[in-house]
């Protein structure tokens, strides 16, 4: 069993950064791909970013490429989102997710394919 807490959610102007966080027990975090979803005001959870087991290997919505990066601290089992030029569109709850999977699949970018989810983190940009 993995447990994955998120934070570092809030309110920000548009145009502003935010950085958020999961950190993650009950397993063997190198284990694990990782990913971060989110789930706008009445709109279905979608696919923001994941990253392999190592950190090598990184995929991301195209509505966030080249303004949200993911990154793993390994030594502390944290997994990061950090988010620069925010939007309101922006606007959601942000969750993580975690995978054990030997291998970095194709399916990192389906919310079903995950087997573990923090409760999430609300992130409100405003215009």
């Known amino acids: 069993q993995v447990h994955l807490v998120e934070s570092g959610g809030g309110l920000v102007q548009a145009g502003g950064s935010l950085r958020l966080s999961c950190v993650v027990s009950?397993?063997?975090?190198?284990?694990?791909?990782m990913g971060w979803f989110r789930q706008p005001p009445g709109k279905e959870r979608e696919f923001v970013g994941a990253?392999?087991?190592?950190?090598?290997?990184?995929v991301y919505a195209d509505s966030v490429k080249g303004r949200f990066t993911i990154s793993r601290e390994k030594a502390k089992n944290i997994l990061y989102l950090q988010m620069s030029s925010l939007k309101p569109e922006d606007t959601a709850v942000y969750y993580c997710?975690?995978?054990?999977?030997?291998?970095?699949?194709?399916?990192?970018?389906?919310?079903?394919?995950?087997?573990?989810w923090g409760q999430g983190t609300q992130v409100t940009v405003s215009s």
């Open positions: 009950g397993g063997i975090f190198s284990m694990y791909s």
């Open positions: 990253v392999s087991r190592g950190g090598t290997n990184a």
């Open positions: 997710a975690a995978k054990r999977s030997p291998t970095f699949s194709p399916q990192a970018v389906d919310v079903t394919w995950y087997d573990y």
